[in-house]
C-alpha cells in the first residue's frame, strides 16, 4: 500500500511540474489551410485556398495573413482555372512582412481583441494573427476576426476577377 501511496504522489508531483512548466511557454495558434477543386483533373481546374485559425474561418477580406509562424497571401483568379483563395508563401520572410515593434497594446485592445498597428507588438498574445488589407494592417485574436471586420469596413476581395467583372 505504501508503494502504491508513494507512486501516486511522485506520479502527482511530476505532473505537477510538468503542468507548471508549460504554462509559461506560449503556444502558436492552431491554423488549418485547405484546399477545394472545381473541375478536378481538366484544363480548367481550379483550387480555392482555405484558412482557419484555432477553429474560425478567415474570411475573404484580407490581402496577406500571418499565423503560426506562415504567410498566406490571397489570390485572385483571371481565368477559369488557376488558385483563388489563401494560399502559403514559403519564400517570404515573416519578420520582414510583420516586424516585431516596441509598441504595448492598452488593456482595452487586448480586451477588444484587435489592434490597427503596422507589426507585431511585444505584448500581442501569441494565439493572434496578423492580417493586411488594402488600407492597412492589424493584430486580431481569431475569435475577434468578424466582429474587426465589420468595426473597420474591411470589404471582401472576389476570389474571381472574371466572374465579377473585373476584369478588362
Request: hydrophobic letters at 40%; glycine letters at 8%; a positive charge.
Amino acid at each position: 500500500m505504501k508503494k502504491i501511496l508513494i507512486f501516486v504522489m511522485s506520479f502527482l508531483f511530476s505532473s505537477f511540474l510538468i503542468g507548471a512548466h508549460s504554462m509559461g511557454k506560449a503556444a502558436s495558434p492552431v491554423v488549418e489551410h485547405y484546399v477545394k477543386y472545381s473541375n478536378k483533373g481538366t484544363r480548367s481546374e481550379a483550387r480555392s485556398g482555405y484558412l482557419k485559425v484555432n477553429g474560425f474561418i478567415v474570411p475573404d477580406n484580407f490581402l496577406t495573413v500571418v499565423a503560426g509562424g506562415n504567410i498566406y497571401h490571397f489570390y485572385m483568379r483571371k481565368y477559369m482555372w488557376g488558385n483563388d483563395g489563401y494560399f502559403p508563401d514559403k519564400d517570404s520572410d515573416t519578420a520582414a512582412l510583420c516586424p516585431a515593434i516596441e509598441r504595448i497594446l492598452s488593456s482595452e485592445e487586448l480586451a477588444r481583441g484587435w489592434a490597427i498597428v503596422d507589426g507585431w507588438p511585444t505584448n500581442t498574445p501569441s494565439q493572434w494573427i496578423y492580417v493586411i488589407w488594402k488600407n492597412g494592417s492589424a493584430v486580431v485574436a481569431p475569435e475577434k476576426i468578424d466582429e474587426f471586420i465589420k468595426r473597420n469596413n474591411i470589404v471582401p476581395l472576389p476570389r474571381s476577377l472574371m466572374l465579377e467583372n473585373l476584369m478588362k
